[in-house]
């Protein structure tokens, strides 16, 4: 198994920029894909943004050019570089691990972007 632990939300205001953090432990050996997804009340979770262990990233059209996800070299900790930040991008963040075994996730972290 694998356990999340996120950091690095706050109240921003708009155009200000926030880097996220997430730290995996447990069986990271075997985590292939750590992403960012975001939740506001009453709507699904989304895909911000996903890195590969081979380090090939996706995002999702609103962020791209915006946002950067970047791991560290031993696929434990994954970031998320949000700049230019906009009131629209206020969520709660989640860090998410793709696991031979399933699917992890963390607590979340509340991003709020003030106009």
């Known amino acids: 198994q694998v356990q999340l632990v996120e950091s690095g939300g706050g109240l921003v205001q708009a155009g200000e920029s926030l880097r996220l953090s997430c730290t995996a432990s447990?069986?990271?050996?075997?985590?292939?894909?750590l992403g960012w997804y975001r939740q506001t009340p009453g709507n699904e979770r989304e895909l911000v943004a996903t890195i590969s262990r081979s380090g090939a990233t996706n995002y999702v059209d609103a962020v791209k050019g915006r946002f950067t996800i970047a791991s560290n070299n031993s696929f434990t900790m994954v970031y998320l570089q949000m700049n230019s930040l906009k009131p629209e991008d206020t969520a709660v963040y989640y860090c998410?691990?793709?696991?031979?075994?399933?699917?992890?996730w963390g607590q979340g972290t509340q991003v709020t972007v003030a106009s």
């Open positions: 447990g069986r990271t050996f075997t985590i292939m894909t």
């Open positions: 998410n691990a793709r696991h031979i075994t399933g699917r992890y």
